[in-house]
């Protein structure tokens, strides 16, 4: 049974065919399921029974148990005598075992918890279009589309020489080469910082941190092949390695090669003071190290074209630096004389937004070779954009929209956790929950890769005053005058309508643009909390089947449950939309600890302390 409001029922036969009633009668049971002790239904302390209306012959009597008499989590049995007016039933019918079983159980809330609530895990993504030279990769990483053009040529100088290149995705060679890189890198600065008078100890300390140069932080010992994000960075390790062909093309003869590879940063800043501009920034940076170039080519030269769309940017002039950070003039060059493969040479340009509302950025990227032993020979390989136009997985957004924020730039693309503290609020996780996963769209759901999405400040929907559609106007249609609070235990406390999906979302039931638009709160799933009463310290979500006789269906597009009061009002409220720079329509996660090892709503689910 699925809650404490329990209806009791049997079949009754007559001989006669006459109408008859049924008493029933009900006991808890022993640890063996044998009889206890009987049950006071009526709460006379006389008779303990109740009795049904009469039924016709073969029909089903019935009686309902004043809610309290029965407590969840405890085995129960019943069982029924006959009386059709004239003559009893000399004998009782057989046992029948029941329990009042809630969809999720869990304790009392605790007073401390050590969940972050706002805890970001990196997303690896395939880049849509990062290319004609590299492939194209899907979701599952399966390719989507083959590279198309992986070599390409300039166009001849006077003595009819030409500068090639050709791109390739990362090899285990090149990944070896970037691990020695980066320990090579992490040597160097320990003994930078002992020369300096470090102690061993702090000079340690500064080997493990990223180097100065680097741009994104916790990109630097990343393993290349993985293009990897977060609200705010990009960290692009899947670019792969260049290598440079010098040809004559009269006499048909190579005259040297080189070979780099390639990685690539973005950065943007939630708002101007984290960028330390006076406006919404987002920077990138492009690393290029030389692994071999023959002395035929004299010197190699980088230049990155680093190209955008936007009605309002200003883009810096790119800054060159070694590995040190130390200055390294106009354009990333090596001489072949003079070259190793810890000499790589970052790349960074600093862009500012300064618009009005919101703009999604497009950026575009390629490096123009070119050599030393020619004076006009070059060529351009692209290293793809930002996304195609449906995904735009790599396009920073900047606004001035958020409010109480300084204008500022994410990656909108990141689809964020919110994380609720089911340490601190176990009844409102475990019913979004049992909501997720019961709604047909499992709003909020990682298991069913299905997003909520937020409801914004700039969203274009209206309400019936023409102001802006707020939350406050969701809640009114799901939370609505249909909804009275069922009686629960003393120990629950004061309770609230909660409503799933939240307010706050295009899921809401109350939302006019939303898939699960209802016209009444009635037509949610109806739930509430209650104590167990099997001796243990846990409360329970169970159905309110006081207008669904049997409870949810399981094909409601919304919920609303009686929680807890606290728990209703705080779940959410450390939500830092503005400070992640949440606009209309960005996509976010529920996550429930404590509950993710549940795997079915079929069967009770016991929330499991987490950290």
């Known amino acids: 049974m699925i809650t404490p409001d329990v209806v009791l ?38 008779y303990d029974v109740l009795v049904s209306s009469y039924v016709s012959s073969g029909g089903t009597a019935k009686v309902t148990v004043p809610y309290g008499l029965l407590k969840p989590g405890v085995l129960y049995k019943f069982r029924t005598s006959a009386y059709d007016g004239s003559l009893y039933e000399t004998t009782w019918s057989p046992w029948a075992d029941f329990r009042i079983e809630p969809y999720m159980k869990f304790p009392a809330a605790q007073t401390s918890s050590t969940i972050d609530s706002t805890l970001q895990e990196l997303d690896e993504i395939n880049r849509t279009d990062p290319g004609p030279a590299l492939p194209a990769f899907d979701a599952s990483g399966a ?23 050709e791109l390739s995705a990362p090899t285990k060679e090149s ?35 990223a180097p100065a140069v680097e741009l994104v932080d916790w990109c630097y010992d990343k393993p290349v092949g993985k293009d990897l994000m977060s609200r705010t960075e990009a960290c692009l390790k899947n670019i792969g390695s260049a290598k440079l062909t010098f040809v004559d093309i009269g006499r048909d003869v190579t005259i040297g090669f080189a070979t780099f590879d390639f990685e690539q940063r973005i950065k943007a800043y939630p708002n101007k003071g984290a960028s330390g501009s006076d406006f919404a920034e987002f920077d990138q940076q492009i690393a290029i190290t030389p692994v071999s170039i023959d002395q035929e080519l004299e010197g190699v030269t980088m230049k990155w074209n680093a190209g955008l769309s936007c009605s309002s940017c200003v883009t810096s002039k790119t800054r060159w630096a070694d590995n040190q950070n130390n200055p390294a003039g106009d354009n990333a060059y090596w001489d072949a004389d003079d070259w190793s493969p810890t000499s790589g040479r970052w790349g960074t340009i600093q862009t500012t937004w300064s ?23 070059s060529d351009t390989a692209s290293f793809g954009t930002s996304g195609i136009d449906s995904v735009r997985e790599l396009a920073p957004r900047c606004d001035d929209i958020v409010k109480g924020s300084a204008p500022g730039c994410v990656l909108p693309f990141f689809k964020l956790d919110w994380t609720v503290d089911t340490n601190l609020y176990p009844a409102a996780g475990a019913y979004y929950w049992y909501m997720q996963q019961v709604m047909p769209d499992h709003a909020g759901s990682r298991r069913w890769d299905s997003l909520m ?3 914004g400040p700039d969203t274009p929907v209206k309400n019936s005053a023409g102001g802006t559609w707020t939350s406050d106007n969701s809640r009114t249609r799901v939370c609505d005058s249909t909804w009275s609070v069922h009686r629960s235990d003393a120990s629950v406390g004061s309770v609230d309508c909660d409503e799933f999906a939240m307010a706050s979302t295009h899921e809401s039931g109350g939302y006019p643009n939303s898939v699960n638009l209802v016209t009444s709160g009635s037509k949610c799933a109806q739930l509430f909390t209650d104590k167990m009463g099997d001796g243990s310290a846990n409360f329970g979500i169970l159905a309110d089947t006081r207008t669904a006789t049997n409870g949810p269906s399981g094909t409601e597009r919304c919920g609303r449950a009686a929680i807890p009061s606290v728990q209703n009002q705080r779940a959410f409220s450390g939500f830092p939309a503005p400070s992640w720079r949440m606009l209309d329509g960005d996509g976010f996660f529920v996550n429930l600890p404590g509950f993710e090892h549940c795997t079915s709503a079929a069967t009770t689910c016991t929330w499991r302390k987490i950290g």
Do not use: M
């Open 175 to 209: 990944q070896a080469r970037a691990k020695q890189r980066a320990e090579a890198l992490r040597d160097a600065e320990e003994a930078k910082a002992r020369k300096a008078g470090k102690s061993p100890a702090e000079a340690a300390r500064v080997a493990a941190a």
């Open 143 to 165: 390719v989507k589309r083959e590279a198309t053009q992986k070599r390409t040529c300039g166009t001849q100088d006077a003595q009819g020489r030409q500068v090639c290149i």
């Open 9 to 46: 029922r049997n079949t009754v036969t007559d001989a006669d065919g006459d109408t008859s009633n049924l008493t029933f009668q009900v006991y808890t049971t022993n640890a063996d399921g044998t009889p206890k002790a009987e049950v006071d239904l009526d709460g006379t302390g006389e």
């Open 355 to 377: 618009g009005t509302g919101k703009e999604t950025i497009d950026l575009g990227w390629s490096v123009t070779a070119t050599v030393d032993a020619s004076d006009t020979a």
């Open 453 to 455: 999405h937020y409801l």
